[in-house]
């Protein structure tokens, strides 16, 4: 069993930046990538920014050059930067990854449980 809790959300003002990290523990032997994802109130999920474990990350065009996504692959933690906030980045962030618990296993994926980012005057 593979746990995700992620932490760093927030009440922010517009412009302003925060910073959310996930931690990954449990039955871990390697995780193929890790990302964020997050729901505005009445829409679907959405891909914000993924990271794979030799670095190339993708954005959702919306983000791109306002948040960086980061991973520290011993620690099997993910971060996610964000500046230049907007109110409607406004959404409950999940933190997302594919894990596996031995060589021989096939990678499964995981969800946090969100953390709610807030963008308003």
């Known amino acids: 069993q593979v746990q995700l809790v992620e932490s760093g959300g927030g009440l922010v003002q517009p412009g302003g930046s925060l910073r959310l990290s996930c931690a990954a523990s449990?039955?871990?032997?390697?995780?193929?990538?890790m990302g964020w994802y997050r729901q505005a109130p009445g829409k679907q999920r959405d891909l914000v920014a993924r990271?794979?474990?030799?670095?190339?990350?993708n954005y959702a065009d919306s983000v791109k050059g306002r948040f960086t996504i980061s991973r520290d692959i011993a620690k099997n933690t993910v971060s996610l930067q964000m500046n230049s906030l907007k109110p409607e980045d406004t959404a409950v962030y999940y933190c997302n990854a594919h894990s596996r618990a031995g060589p021989w296993s096939g990678y499964r994926e995981v969800w946090g449980q969100g953390t709610l980012v807030t963008v308003s005057s």
């Open positions: 990271i794979v474990s030799g670095g190339s990350t």
């Open positions: 449990g039955s871990i032997f390697s995780i193929n990538d």
